[in-house]
């Protein structure tokens, strides 16, 4: 049995509560934890929170989530369809859009939860959510205050990088023949996300990426290590730092790294400069993947403070 399956409600060392979570999202049930900060509040700020790319919860999230709880903040943390608890078809197919709009639909859980201020909602995403928040506060009024960390600005920049010209053509054929595959009623084509196996043609091949998505992977008995190739087709024309200006006037924290090789570091520091007021950025030493395990006192810590200042 799955710890998710174990418990309803659970009180974790006296700090905090956990509750397991599901929802309707237009027909796919979506699942996910609910944290609660032990106190006797009837009513709480509340936080919607999801992972980046081909990632579940458990993957440093609950952490996060678990901190957020001890200072006073309520969260939704859940698993997009397709991935982790959820449901969904295909299983490990990622369409940006679909996942902002199911981060829509937690909100509109929240909203029914007794528990939430309805008042004081805020986002919190990173890495491929990091560029999903962008968007969903600048398109949902329900939404107060957002955090984006280590986010992705531009998919078709990131993409010039991350595939020599020499490949692209390749690519195209591969996304041309996945299509006709799914028309012809054949099971999606899949792309392993890590690996340092150059004939896996993984999506990342970079040894942080490996580490890191490898050994959080094992926080995560639904994890697998891999995608459908049309997440990638989907990516590469995913630019939600176009919204980045329209989120304003809601307070916006990016907290970036400063030698950021998924997520590039230029193109976030750009982004950050054609945003407006009331905003702040905050550079943290290293790469993509360290606000989640060496950085995360500093990354946590400046999302409970700009919360704390903006929901409560």
Known sequence: MKETEKKE??????????????????????????????????????????HGF????????????????????ASILFDYSNFGDSDGQPRGEINPWRQIE??????TFATTLAEVDTEKIGVWGTSYSGGHVLVVGASDHRVKCVVSQV??????????????????????EEFRQDRVNRMLGKQPIKRTLVSNNIEDNPVYGTAEALEWYLTSGEKSPNWTNEVTLRSIEYSRTYNPGTFISLVSPKPLLLLVGTDDNVTPTDLALNAYEAALEPKKLVLIQGGHFDPYIKKFDIASKEAIEWFTKHLQ
């Open 9 to 50: 409600c659970e009180l974790v060392e006296g700090k905090y509560i956990r509750r397991n979570i599901e929802f309707n999202a237009e027909g796919t049930i979506l699942r996910g934890w609910f944290y609660l900060p032990n106190t006797n509040e009837l009513r709480f700020p509340t936080i919607i929170m999801a």
């Open 54 to 73: 081909g990632s579940l919860k458990e993957m440093h999230l609950d952490r996060f989530a678990q901190t957020f709880a001890v200072n006073g903040f």
């Open 102 to 107: 199911e981060y829509k639909h937690a909100i």
């Open 151 to 172: 986010p992705t600005i531009s998919g078709s920049e990131s993409s010039l990088r991350r595939v020599p010209a020499e490949k692209v053509e390749t690519l195209y």
